[in-house]
């Protein structure tokens, strides 16, 4: 009976280092190593063979979506079998992840047996159609919503301006004619939340778009939103940036209400 080398990738060390427990227990895998971001779960990948790997979305240093797309930019052969085990609970982010070649998505909260069996059926049953296991979407909190077209901007969560961002969407969410206030109020109304002055919070937003821009990931908000927004070079304003995420969650909300 063949034993596999496996690579759990998230930044939740409880979590990794009780499914490596139960996988090393169950004899059917001979070596299970962690990592606990991105960029780790790389140089790792690059020194050793692995049969399978699983992968969280929201990590620091380099998130989900950098790790699959670098796994096919490696001269891996074969590259191991990519199940990715997130509590993003995202139709987008599902399709996305199979695009970059994942086997499955698990949402979390999931247990060690469970991702041992799905293990174990990427590396010897069928493939599964469509390339991801059966997902039934659940409801999202709006921070999970904001939280996942985020990720798939590339907006990272350790800067100021991510959060600043989230606020800014909240406001205009729950109060659309603010997105016209942008200055007098919008600003203001984060400032005061986080402590901190207008100008800091307007240069701080605009430093976050940047990022996502500059790290490329105008692909995936095409496909998060649906149709082309914006090219490489045609970064969105802080305002049209806020009124765009907050519209689509706005229509997300109509749409159920109207279903």
Not at 14 to 28: C, N
Not at 137 to 144: A, L, M, Q, Y
Not at 244 to 254: I, N, P, S, T, Y
């Amino acid at each position: 009976m063949a034993k596999y080398k496996a690579l759990l990738i998230d930044d939740n060390t409880q979590f990794t280092e009780s499914v490596k427990g139960y996988l090393l227990s169950q004899d059917r895998f001979s070596e299970v190593d962690t990592a606990q971001d991105g960029r780790e779960a790389l140089k790792k990948l690059r020194e050793k063979t692995y049969d399978v790997m699983t992968l969280d979305l929201i990590m620091p240093n380099a998130d989900g979506l950098a790790v699959l797309e670098q796994l096919s930019l490696l001269p891996l052969d074969p590259a191991p079998a990519v199940v990715v085990i997130s509590a993003l609970k995202n139709e987008a982010m599902v399709r996305r992840c199979c695009g970059l070649g994942a086997r499955y998505y698990m949402v979390k909260p999931v247990d060690p047996d469970t991702i041992s069996k799905r293990l174990l059926e990427t590396l010897e049953g069928e493939p599964v159609k469509g390339g991801v296991m059966p997902y039934a979407p659940t409801h999202r909190s709006f921070e999970e919503k904001v939280t996942a077209i985020f990720l798939v901007a590339g907006i990272p969560a350790h800067i100021k301006g991510y959060h600043y961002l989230r606020e800014g969407i909240r406001l205009v969410y729950n109060d659309p004619d603010l997105i016209n206030r942008i200055t007098k109020e919008l600003y203001p109304g984060i400032a005061k939340r986080f402590d901190t002055s207008p100008s800091k919070v307007e240069r701080a937003i605009r430093h976050a778009i940047e990022v996502a821009w500059t790290r490329g990931k105008i692909e995936n908000l095409n496909a998060l939103f649906g149709y082309n927004i914006y090219g490489k070079n045609d970064k969105p304003t802080n305002g049209e940036f806020i009124a765009l995420v907050a519209d689509k969650l706005l229509m997300e909300e109509q749409g159920k209400k109207a279903g």
